[in-house]
């Protein structure tokens, strides 16, 4: 006879068989019910992090491609503009180099019908610097007082007597900052010497320097540079002959810069310019921002005749793209909906794994009671009828 009758220790076999069969498959989910959930939440995050890596990289190179363009194509536009203040100064210095004298009104008329969008050069306008030996100084003072009736026209600064000199003489356009710098000895400073000495051995235009430019003077430091082109008196024949003169633009550095970055139409983070050498104290211009080490492109470009270096770098972010926020909130969120269902899941498994404890429990002392009365009707004696892993009582499957 049968503890629970034939029918009804059928159908608590078969619920022990379906419970173990369950606990079979969860064997994984019950053998770590904690570790688990975590270990998943660590591969999602570690996968989401990679993904978030992953986007960043193709960032960085994105914004490094787009910075070498930028570069590329500021630093042409910087070559373009010096070529067309070079080639106002030739026609300019070919004007000077033909005539006997340059009146004032000649020149302003030149500058007006050749020279009239020296702004989108980045230059203040055009002068002439003539050139004055030490002994010819009085007399040419004397002839600009009278050639500038409208000012008190004399050289500065003062110098020694033996000194040559390159004195401002003409600037067009005549507004209040250029007229300023009439009778200025640009050879009395050392930076714009330089650059003439330089422009009279290559007989071809040559950029100065960083200097303070006479029409900036009183503002705070702001970065000028001058191109010159020198000029000589003509002999029979064509031959060059003494040194008449420098044809000049004044340029200030910033100018030059924005008009650069319109004309090459680029709307990129901070773009600098240096004389030579990417240091501070080589400076010219430089957009507003924070120069970015982690995101920059550099190219040296020729400005008649002067090496320059051009740095453009990336605006610094607040973090991590846009992109990446949303993929790093979307997998930190996936993965943790992935760990409270690890989480349901072993639960459940341990639950059920208590449930078949218990069932088995039962079972075996079922069975030892059973054993002690009557004789058991199975083929394996001391076996408990309802081990879910027996086989079936035969008379139980009809």
């Given at each position: 006879?049968?503890?629970?009758?034939?029918?009804?220790?059928?159908?608590?076999?078969?619920?022990?068989?379906?419970?173990?069969?369950?606990?079979?498959?969860?064997?994984?989910?019950?053998?770590?019910?904690?570790s688990?959930?975590?270990?998943?939440?660590?591969?999602?995050?570690?996968?989401?992090?990679?993904?978030?890596?992953?986007?960043?990289?193709?960032?960085?190179?994105?914004?490094?491609?787009?910075?070498?363009s930028?570069?590329?194509?500021?630093?042409?536009?910087?070559?373009?503009?010096a070529?067309?203040?070079?080639?106002?100064?030739?026609?300019?210095?070919?004007?000077?180099?033909?005539?006997?004298?340059?009146?004032?009104?000649?020149?302003?008329?030149?500058?007006?019908?050749?020279?009239?969008?020296?702004?989108?050069?980045?230059?203040?306008?055009?002068?002439?610097?003539?050139?004055?030996?030490?002994?010819?100084?009085?007399?040419?003072?004397?002839?600009?007082?009278?050639?500038?009736?409208?000012?008190?026209?004399?050289?500065?600064?003062?110098?020694?007597?033996?000194?040559?000199?390159?004195?401002?003489s003409?600037?067009?356009?005549?507004?209040?900052?250029?007229?300023?710098?009439?009778?200025?000895?640009?050879?009395?400073?050392?930076?714009?010497?330089?650059?003439?000495?330089?422009?009279?051995?290559?007989?071809?235009?040559?950029?100065?320097?960083?200097?303070?430019?006479?029409?900036?003077?009183?503002?705070?430091?702001i970065?000028?540079?001058?191109?010159?082109?020198?000029?000589?008196?003509?002999?029979?024949?064509?031959r060059?002959?003494?040194?008449?003169?420098?044809?000049?633009?004044?340029?200030r550095?910033?100018?030059?810069?924005?008009?650069?970055?319109?004309?090459?139409?680029?709307?990129?983070?901070?773009v600098?310019?240096?004389?030579?050498?990417?240091?501070?104290?080589?400076?010219?211009?430089?957009?507003?921002?924070?120069?970015?080490?982690?995101?920059?492109a550099?190219?040296?470009?020729?400005?008649?005749?002067?090496?320059?270096?051009?740095?453009?770098?990336?605006?610094?972010?607040?973090?991590?793209?846009?992109?990446?926020?949303?993929?790093?909130?979307?997998?930190?969120?996936?993965?943790?909906?992935?760990?409270?269902?690890?989480?349901?899941?072993?639960?459940?498994?341990?639950?059920?794994?208590?449930?078949?404890?218990?069932?088995?429990?039962?079972?075996?002392?079922?069975?030892?009671?059973?054993?002690?009365?009557?004789?058991?009707?199975?083929?394996?004696?001391?076996?408990?009828?309802f081990?879910?892993?027996?086989?079936?009582?035969?008379?139980?499957?009809?």
């Amino acid at each position: 006879m049968w503890p629970l009758g034939h029918n009804g220790g059928w159908e608590a076999f078969q619920m022990d068989k379906a419970i173990l069969s369950r606990v079979e498959k969860q064997a994984l989910f019950h053998r770590y019910p904690r570790s688990l959930p975590f270990t998943l939440l660590a591969i999602g995050l570690l996968i989401t992090t990679l993904f978030v890596l992953n986007i960043e990289r193709t960032d960085a190179m994105a914004r490094k491609m787009t910075l070498e363009s930028d570069v590329e194509a500021i630093s042409t536009e910087l070559e373009r503009k010096a070529s067309e203040n070079t080639a106002y100064l030739r026609a300019a210095a070919a004007l000077f180099g033909m005539a006997e004298d340059v009146s004032r009104d000649e020149f302003s008329r030149f500058v007006a019908e050749m020279s009239e969008g020296h702004s989108l050069r980045g230059a203040l306008g055009m002068g002439w610097a003539a050139w004055v030996p030490a002994e010819s100084s009085t007399v040419f003072e004397a002839e600009q007082r009278r050639l500038h009736p409208d000012m008190e026209y004399r050289i500065y600064p003062a110098s020694s007597a033996s000194q040559d000199r390159a004195v401002i003489s003409l600037l067009e356009p005549r507004d209040q900052a250029n007229k300023r710098a009439l009778g200025f000895d640009m050879y009395s400073e050392v930076t714009r010497r330089t650059a003439m000495q330089q422009a009279l051995r290559e007989s071809g235009p040559m950029a100065s320097g960083r200097v303070q430019l006479v029409q900036d003077v009183g503002k705070p430091p702001i970065g000028g540079v001058l191109i010159y082109l020198p000029v000589f008196n003509r002999l029979e024949g064509g031959r060059a002959g003494s040194l008449k003169g420098f044809i000049y633009t004044p340029i200030r550095a910033s100018n030059l810069l924005e008009t650069a970055i319109t004309g090459a139409h680029r709307n990129t983070g901070r773009v600098a310019i240096y004389d030579g050498t990417p240091d501070p104290s080589r400076l010219l211009a430089a957009t507003p921002g924070t120069f970015n080490e982690d995101a920059f492109a550099t190219k040296k470009v020729d400005f008649s005749g002067r090496e320059w270096t051009i740095v453009v770098s990336a605006d610094k972010g607040a973090g991590l793209t846009r992109t990446s926020m949303i993929v790093l909130g979307l997998g930190t969120l996936i993965s943790l909906l992935v760990m409270a269902v690890a989480w349901l899941v072993t639960s459940r498994a341990a639950e059920d794994r208590k449930v078949l404890e218990w069932l088995q429990a039962q079972c075996g002392a079922a069975y030892l009671a059973d054993a002690r009365t009557q004789s058991p009707r199975q083929e394996h004696p001391g076996q408990c009828p309802f081990d879910c892993r027996a086989d079936p009582p035969p008379d139980a499957r009809h």
